[in-house]
Each structure stands twice: as structure tokens, then as C-alpha cells.
């Protein structure tokens, strides 16, 4: 039987953080704040917020943030920042924008290509043209916590594993502090790729991406995309399972304590969790691992009231 909790000593060394992507309507944004709130009592180490390729939820992601640092008072909330068919001017404008709501960490992205994923990328006339570019121009404006994507399976458009850590090694070098990774569910990827990460001398913290299943045929298809597998072990303990809503749920929370557990075995301290902007199932998730909810701390629930006027 495979191990869920772990050991006090264990979860004190632990850092969560959770991942978040703008509301589209009143009802998600209605789910999506209640899901912040409720998963602030696992005190993540910071949570962020998606922001869409071609600046397509450019105002709904300054909404969000403006309002999770602004008013909710979570100042360890970072922002995503694509630059992927924007000239500079815009996405600069825009990382302005946010630095104003009190954003102090970025998550630096390129983006996928315009014609959608699988289609060739082409930088914008004008524009950063890869997201080590942008990484440069966010470490010349500030002091900043920067975080990049890094691919233990390796990025779709990447002619091989190397060509993909040699573009990490180039945010790393731009000023990056953190990759955090697309997620799987096989461990020895993660092993074998932060292996070949560190031989490269890359240092920063490579922080797995952790998807609880919610919905399989959903994240295989998802999967299929972004070039991670979903190995048979997981499909077969969930397949089954469409019918049986309870029990789906429980194997769910399951698999994703046991690849954090095993994680933790190899010697991980960092975990990026993808909470799909419900909480249920990360919050067992975290309940399995042994970790038990907390008042959120009263700095971070501190409102900063020149963010929240300049918020409107
Ligand atoms: P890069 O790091 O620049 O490149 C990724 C890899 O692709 C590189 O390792 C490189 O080997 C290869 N590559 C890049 N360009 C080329 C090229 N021209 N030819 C051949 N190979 C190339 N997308 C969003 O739209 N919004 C988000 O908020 C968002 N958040 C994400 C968060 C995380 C943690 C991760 C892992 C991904 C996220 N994505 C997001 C998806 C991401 O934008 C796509 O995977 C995109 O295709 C690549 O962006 P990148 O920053 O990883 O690119």
C-alpha cells in the first residue's frame, strides 16, 4: 500500500503553492475566489495567477490579482506574464500594470504559439521573442522573484531533451530564480530530468507541477498537448471510475499524495499544485499529506489600502 502522509518532520520542511487562471463569468470568478480563501489555510508559500497567451485574459488576470493581493490581502501572489504576439511596449505596459497592484514575483512565459498549440511559433515583430528575452527585461526592471517553465518530458517544439535545458539554462542565466514544471505523474521523469538539470549546473529550485485528477478523459486530452504521459498505473485506477463520483474522488486525492510523498522520498521540498480553481480535491490532497488548516496569518491577510484605492 502506498504511503499519503507524511511525517510531521517532513511537512515542516514543505513548501505548497497553488496555481490559479482568470474567471471567465460571475459564477467562476464567484468559485474562484471562495477557492483562494479556502486554500489559504494550507499557507502556500506563494499562489499565482495564469495569464493568457497574445494578452487574450490581459484584464481579467490584472482583475484577479489586483483583488487577491488588493483586497483579499495575499501579497505572495504572483503574476504569469506571456509574451507571445505582443510588442514589447504592451507586455511592458502591462508588467507595469502589475507591479502596481504589488505584484513582486513573476512567473515569465513565452506562450504558445498564436495558431494555437502545435502550430510553428513565430516571435512578434517587436517583441520579446522567447520568454528568456522577457526573463532579461523583468530582471533589468527590478529586483523581482522570477519563475520560468521547465518540461521533464520536454516541450513539444523541442528537437530534443538537451535543446529544452539549454532554453532553461538560458532563462536561469537571464535572471530566473525558479523553474516550476508542466505536471506528470511519473516520477522517474522528474528524477531523470533534474539530474540531467543540475549536470547542465542549473541551480535554481525546478518545482514540480502537480495536477490532482479531477477529470481523466479531460487531462489525458490535456496531456496529449503539452507532450506529459499519463501512465497505464493511472489511467486503470481511475478509468473505471466514471460512475462513482465518491470513490473517483478518493482514488484521485490518492494518486496525487502518493507521487507527492514519493516526491518528497527523492528528496523534493517545493510542490506546485494546479488547483483547476476548485478546492475539494486539493484540499484532500493536502488533508492526506497530513496537513491541517490554519487561521490565515493576520500580515497576510493585511490590506494594503494604496493598492486597494488604486484598485478602485
Ligand atoms: P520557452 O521556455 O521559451 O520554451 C519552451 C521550450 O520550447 C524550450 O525549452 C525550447 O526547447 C522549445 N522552444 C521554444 N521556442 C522554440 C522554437 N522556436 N523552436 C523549437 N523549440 C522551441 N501558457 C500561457 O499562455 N499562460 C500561462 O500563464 C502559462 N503558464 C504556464 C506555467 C507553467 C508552470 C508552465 C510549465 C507552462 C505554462 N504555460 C502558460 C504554457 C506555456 O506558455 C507553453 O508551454 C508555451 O508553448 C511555451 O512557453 P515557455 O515559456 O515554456 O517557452
Not at 504569469?80 to 514575483?105: I, K, Q
Not at 542565466?173 to 523553474?179: K, L
Not at 535554481?204 to 490535456?222: A, D, E, R, T
Amino acid at each position: 500500500m502506498e504511503r499519503t502522509s507524511l511525517h510531521p518532520s517532513e511537512r515542516g520542511n514543505i513548501r505548497l503553492s497553488f496555481e490559479y487562471f482568470p474567471p471567465k463569468n460571475e459564477e467562476m470568478e464567484t468559485q474562484l475566489f471562495q477557492t483562494v480563501a479556502d486554500l489559504a489555510s494550507f499557507a502556500p508559500a506563494f499562489q499565482t495567477v495564469t495569464y493568457g497567451a497574445g494578452g487574450s485574459t490581459k484584464a481579467r488576470s490584472l482583475t484577479t490579482v489586483r483583488r487577491m493581493i488588493g483586497e483579499m490581502g495575499f501579497r505572495n501572489t504572483a503574476a504569469h506574464m506571456t509574451c507571445v504576439g505582443a510588442p514589447r511596449s504592451e507586455v511592458d505596459a502591462v508588467v507595469e500594470e502589475f507591479l502596481a497592484c504589488g505584484v513582486h514575483h513573476f512567473v515569465a512565459l513565452r506562450g504558445d504559439p498564436q495558431g494555437g498549440v502545435g502550430s510553428a511559433y513565430q516571435p512578434f515583430p517587436g517583441g520579446y521573442e522567447n520568454a528568456a528575452a522577457l526573463v532579461k527585461a523583468l530582471r533589468a526592471r527590478g529586483d523581482f522573484e522570477i519563475s520560468v517553465s521547465a518540461y521533464p518530458e520536454k516541450h513539444p517544439e523541442s528537437r530534443d531533451a538537451a535543446a529544452d535545458i539549454d532554453m532553461l539554462k538560458r532563462k536561469v542565466d537571464n535572471g530566473a530564480t525558479r523553474a516550476i514544471t508542466q505536471f506528470f505523474f511519473d516520477n522517474d521523469h522528474f528524477e531523470r530530468y533534474l539530474d540531467q538539470v543540475r549536470r547542465a549546473g542549473i541551480d535554481v529550485p525546478i518545482v514540480p507541477g502537480i495536477l490532482p485528477i479531477n477529470n481523466l478523459s479531460q487531462v489525458m486530452k490535456f496531456a496529449g498537448l503539452c507532450g506529459s504521459t499519463v501512465p497505464d498505473a493511472i489511467t486503470s485506477r481511475l478509468a473505471h471510475l466514471d460512475d462513482q463520483p465518491a470513490e473517483r474522488f478518493r482514488e484521485a486525492s490518492h494518486i496525487a499524495a502518493e507521487q507527492i510523498v514519493d516526491l518528497v522520498r527523492r528528496g523534493v521540498r517545493d510542490f506546485h499544485i494546479y488547483t483547476m480553481n476548485r478546492s475539494p480535491l486539493v484540499a484532500a490532497v493536502c488533508e492526506l499529506l497530513g496537513y491541517v488548516r490554519s487561521p490565515v496569518k493576520a500580515e497576510e491577510r493585511a490590506v494594503d489600502e494604496s493598492i486597494k484605492t488604486a484598485a478602485g
